[in-house]
């Protein structure tokens, strides 16, 4: 009885961390949206590729047309699920990926 218990709580505490994970956090990307062409699109340090082609009609009807690295373009912001820290494509660095945008606006956010 005592060793199923343990198995038990041990399974339970390794499947943890991965159900919470999968689950996404909350978070607010803010930066200019860009279309990297071997990277893909981009909010800030936040990863759009994922996002269905609703959302990302949702995203460009606030923020326009994503362009390449624009320092005129107008900020964006978007509060959104995300899965955090992703390697990006070149191992330089981390981005979140985009899982849900909950929200678009206009501006620099925070």
Do not use: W
């Not at 505490?13 to 999968?22: E, F, G, K, R, Y």
């Not at 949206?33 to 981009?42: C, E, F, H, K, P």
């Amino acid at each position: 009885m005592f060793k199923t218990a343990s198995i038990a709580v041990v399974f339970a505490c390794t499947l943890l961390p991965i159900v919470a994970t999968a689950a996404g956090v909350e978070k607010v990307c803010s930066g200019l949206l860009t279309d990297m062409r071997t990277i893909g699109v981009q909010l800030g340090n936040c990863d759009l590729n994922s996002i269905s082609e609703k959302e990302f009609k949702r995203v460009t009807d606030v923020c326009g047309s994503p362009g390449g690295v624009d320092t005129t373009a107008p900020r964006c912001r978007i509060r959104a699920i995300v899965l955090p820290h992703k390697p990006n494509k070149y191992g330089t660095g981390f981005v979140d990926l985009v899982q849900k945008v909950l929200d678009v606006s206009k501006g620099a956010g925070r």
